[in-house]
């Protein structure tokens, strides 16, 4: 195993409950164990799938990957649909992400907030705070923000305070959108650890980020209509 792919899965490793993923899903007590032998995780997951006579799915330390029945290969890298082109595996890491641990937006404007979109941002990061903007006025959408305080200390406050205020959505627009800090207590229960392991292991390294439902990621800002263009794709 190379050493990049192993530094990696280390450097996204998260506890089982902190994800998405609950109860131990593991098809195969077998293959857990030499994925945990040969790469140092511990699988959260190990599903068969009936892509390529049988693939092995395996989700640890935050990532996706494969492997046959007997862990004798591990494949790092996205299955692609051959018919409709269709990421299978990036749709599979965002159905899986923690999203108890983001920011939940509800914009009905006429339909249900059907639409989903992630966004990973730094409170003191201006193209987030221009981001943020365009997402208020993003018609039919669910919207999920993890907040990632990668830019300075005073972003790391900030975070804390946004995710202990009793309306979450309201103290971080009252920031991103009306520039009034938050304040009250910084003093609870945060995801802001995991969501930084989460963002390393998703190779977020800045902010904004944001992730379409296909898997498709785009690095840095786009305004709203770009940003319908490419639900609309998905």
């Not at 004798?72 to 159905?95: M, W």
């Not at 201006?126 to 990668?150: Q, R, S």
């Not at 650890?193 to 944001?210: D, Y």
Request: aromatic residues 8%; charged residues 20%.
């Amino acid at each position: 195993m190379q050493q990049w792919m192993m530094s990696v899965l280390a450097a996204a490793v998260m506890s089982v409950g902190a994800g998405a993923v609950g109860a131990q899903e593991i098809a195969s007590p077998a293959l857990a164990k030499v994925v945990e032998s040969q790469l140092g995780v511990k699988p959260q997951r190990i599903v068969k799938t009936p892509y390529l006579g049988g693939l092995y799915e395996i989700y640890a330390g935050g990532q996706l990957f494969y492997s046959d029945e007997k862990g004798s290969v591990f494949v790092f890298g996205s299955l692609v649909d051959g018919k409709t082109h269709r990421n299978i595996t990036a749709e599979q890491q965002l159905a899986l992400l923690p999203l108890q641990d983001a920011i939940k937006r509800v914009n009905g404007n006429g339909g249900n907030g059907k639409r989903t979109l992630i966004t990973f941002e730094d409170p003191n990061c201006g193209y987030c705070k221009k981001l943020t903007k365009e997402l208020v006025n993003l018609k039919d959408a669910t919207v999920y923000t993890f907040l990632v305080p990668i830019l300075s200390e005073d972003s790391l406050v900030k975070s804390k305070k946004i995710w202990c205020a009793p309306d979450r959505l309201k103290a971080f627009d009252d920031w991103m959108v009306n520039g009034k800090a938050p304040a009250g207590s910084d003093n609870c229960a945060n995801p802001l650890e995991r969501n930084s392991k989460l963002a390393q292991g998703l190779g977020v390294s800045g902010t904004p980020a944001i992730f379409f439902p296909n898997g498709e990621r785009v690095p840095g800002y786009m305004p709203l209509d770009k940003i319908e263009k490419a639900l609309k794709g998905n």
